[in-house]
């Protein structure tokens, strides 16, 4: 596509419930990130993936966080057992590889909001 | 791991000012150094990034000078248009095995007044 689309865009959950958010990188693009900010914050890292790997998740918080890009595109961040600290926006971003793997494109986010 | 500050906090200016955003890194292995403005509840877009390689990019109004002796790099906006008005983010790449790991800073929010 012609940029990084997420969905949802807005998120409402109770507390201890399952929840999944859905990238969809720019066409092309091999390296697909997730960052999460909080209000008021800058984004920070969680997970990289280079093609269908995670090339590091040491940003991830815990083992209730987790993310897969099974055919190297779209992926999902799932999030188990939501808590009220887990509320934020959940950006992902996507970059070309190569020589400009640095150079992120980031979608518009995911507000997610536990109550 | 990677630690960048960013000042000021809040910055407020009259159109057709300068501003300026200072940012300091701690990882000298760093070799990326991104900018990114962020409207409220939008995305945040690349606006100006940096190599080590250079000590100063400019694109129209934007510039960035790097300092890598010191660890620090800054972001300069001249002729300010209300339009401007954002919050701006600078950050980090250390690069190696985990290009695009980027550290950000806490953010400054520039205000343009008309």
């Known amino acids: 596509g012609a940029g990084v689309s997420q969905t949802p865009s807005n998120k409402v959950t109770e507390k201890g419930k399952y929840v999944e958010l859905r990238c969809d990188p720019i066409?092309?693009?091999?390296?697909l990130y997730w960052y999460r900010q909080s209000l008021g914050q800058g984004p920070e890292f969680l997970i990289y993936?280079?093609?269908?790997?995670?090339?590091?998740d040491s940003g991830l918080p815990n083992d209730r966080f987790f993310a897969v890009r099974p055919e190297g595109s779209v992926s999902t961040l799932k999030i188990q057992r939501t808590e009220r600290g887990d509320s934020a926006v959940y950006l992902c971003?996507?970059?070309?590889?190569?020589?400009?793997?640095?150079?992120?494109?980031f979608g518009a986010g995911s507000r997610l909001t536990v109550l | 791991g990677e630690n960048v500050e960013q000042h000021p906090s809040t910055l407020s200016v009259q159109e057709g000012d300068s501003a300026v955003i200072k940012c300091t890194y701690s990882?000298?292995?760093?070799?990326?150094f991104p900018w990114y403005k962020q409207e409220l509840g939008k995305r945040p877009q690349l606006i100006i990034d940096?190599?080590?390689?250079?000590g100063e990019k400019k694109d129209q109004r934007i510039a960035v000078t790097l300092n890598k002796t010191a660890k620090h790099f800054s972001l300069h906006i001249t002729e300010t248009q209300p339009e401007d008005s954002a919050v701006y983010f600078c950050?980090?790449?250390?690069?190696?095995?985990?290009?695009?790991?980027?550290?950000f800073g806490q953010g400054t929010i520039l205000t343009v007044h008309p």
């Open positions: 971003a996507s970059s070309p590889g190569g020589r400009g793997a640095n150079v992120l494109t």
């Open positions: 066409s092309g693009h091999t390296a």
């Open positions: 993936f280079q093609g269908t790997g995670a090339a590091d």
């Open positions: 990882d000298s292995a760093s070799n990326y």
């Open positions: 940096i190599r080590s390689n250079v």
């Open positions: 950050a980090a790449d250390p690069g190696g095995t985990s290009y695009g790991k980027l550290t």
